[in-house]
């Protein structure tokens, strides 16, 4: 009797309370996500070489839109007849960001709890240090999670320490392997006299030489680092992430190898817990997003 006497708006209002507000968040969520992830993703595809697909792919689904209002129907079927093929399309097209990509998330700390292997940086910065004074060309490339060596052209194997005095023989100019770079992985020398791939950037300045140009271009297309010493100037740079530092000291080089090999080798009692894992990867992650955003250097 009590609630066939209510009023209308009251009941209306126990209605309202008693709504099922799950699927309002579930949407809330994904809507953000989406939207967050697709900025992301066009901000990064922006510094890369695959900016004019994603520009004709718009294109094309833009025309594909306009066929449909249209009607018309043979070119409708063409193009849908192609974006059948778009997913194999992008997998070929979008292969090194994609791997970068991947390679990067599977290296968060959440997933990577052993230690790192250790990197001989002392030695690589002493020589780098020797082969600016004396204006010697030269060409680093330390492998991380990606091997670099599948894709190169050109390369003698080799397997020694990566040791200062290794390096510079390696470098001298009457050597037979100075001409080219060399890949360090871990502790060693991997490959030497390796022609790495160009960087096919537009924006890059004229007077960049081939070696900085290979460095960018390798560190686009994996998340190796490559460090340079021009044979003009003896100037040192490094790059990471196609992102060219340039004219920084041996100091400078020293720390920021440190910084980046030597941080997880300190050693631990037992091991972080998930949770700790879980806040430093989200923290690199975002590191990782301030960097795609941030305009390279060269």
């Not at 290979?214 to 100037?235: K, M, R």
């Not at 100091?251 to 090999?261: E, G, I, P, R, V």
Request: glycine share 6%.
């Amino acid at each position: 009797m009590l609630a066939a006497e209510a009023p209308t708006w009251l009941a209306q209002v126990r209605d309202w309370l008693f709504l099922n507000w799950l699927w309002i968040i579930r949407g809330a969520v994904e809507i953000g996500v989406l939207a967050v992830g697709i900025y992301y993703a066009f901000q990064y595809l922006q510094r890369t070489r695959g900016w004019p697909v994603v520009v004709g792919f718009l294109s094309l689904l833009g025309l594909t839109l306009i066929t449909e209002l249209l009607q018309l129907q043979v070119l409708s079927w063409l193009l849908q007849a192609f974006f059948a093929f778009s997913v194999l399309a992008i997998l070929i097209i979008f292969q090194p960001e994609l791997r970068r990509l991947l390679a990067g998330l599977g290296n968060l700390p959440i997933f990577n709890t052993g230690p790192e292997q250790p990197h001989n940086v002392g030695a690589m910065a002493t020589a780098i240090g020797r082969l600016s004074n004396k204006k010697t060309g030269a060409l680093l490339v330390i492998e991380r999670t990606v091997d670099v060596h599948h894709d190169l052209h050109s390369a003698v194997r080799t397997d020694s320490l990566a040791t200062a005095e290794m390096l510079e023989s390696i470098f001298f100019p009457n050597s037979p392997l100075h001409d080219g770079g060399v890949i360090i992985n871990g502790d060693r020398i991997t490959h030497a006299a390796c022609i790495f791939p160009l960087t096919h950037r537009q924006d890059i300045r004229k007077t960049l030489g081939t070696r900085h140009r290979a460095a960018i271009g390798i560190t686009e297309e994996s998340d190796a680092i490559a460090v340079i010493v021009s044979e003009e100037t003896g100037a040192i740079s490094y790059c990471q992430e196609g992102a060219l530092h340039r004219d920084v000291s041996e100091d400078d080089l020293l720390l920021f190898l440190s910084n980046l090999f030597l941080k997880k080798e300190q050693p631990e009692t037992k091991p972080a817990h998930w949770a700790a894992r879980l806040k430093e990867s989200l923290r690199e992650i975002a590191a990782m997003i301030n960097k795609k955003l941030r305009p390279g250097n060269p």
